[in-house]
């Protein structure tokens, strides 16, 4: 089943299935279907390059990929629509666990952000300020 390919870690099969599978998303919703076609294409950029901690690490289940990436995309609106201001303890504290790197944000902010180049700028700078050395931790 597709649970105990997330358990397991087969992320890579759960992908596939997931990408050639269309019909699935009369089972997951329009909506959900499109943010993890989403979360697919990030990992996938990421298996490309080589990456050993990628996106989907850890993730158990859909649900915990659609929360992962529902919550990028909330971090990112925030930046954009200016409200990270005195949230950003919040903001730095949720990159901190969920692991997420510049790029994985940067990539999803392409997809879900209008004013792209001002969310890259406050994340740039997030990442600059606070985050330093941090996008090497799992190499």
Request: charged fraction near 30%; proline fraction near 0%; include cysteine.
């Amino acid at each position: 089943s597709m649970q105990k390919l997330f358990v397991e870690g087969e992320y890579e099969t759960a992908s596939v299935i997931l990408w050639v599978n269309e019909w699935l998303k009369l089972y997951i919703g329009e909506k959900d279907y499109g943010s993890i076609r989403a979360c697919i294409q990030l990992y996938k950029m990421e298996l490309d390059r080589g990456d050993s901690y990628t996106f989907f690490h850890g993730i158990t289940c859909m649900e915990d990929l659609l929360e992962k990436y529902q919550t990028c995309k909330f971090l990112l609106r925030r930046l954009e629509y200016e409200i990270a201001e005195n949230t950003r303890d919040d903001i730095l504290c949720c990159i901190r666990q969920q692991n997420l790197t510049f790029t994985e944000l940067a990539t999803i902010m392409t997809i879900v952000c209008v004013d792209q180049r001002k969310v890259y700028g406050e994340l740039s700078k997030l990442y600059e300020r606070y985050l330093a050395g941090k996008e090497t931790e799992h190499e």
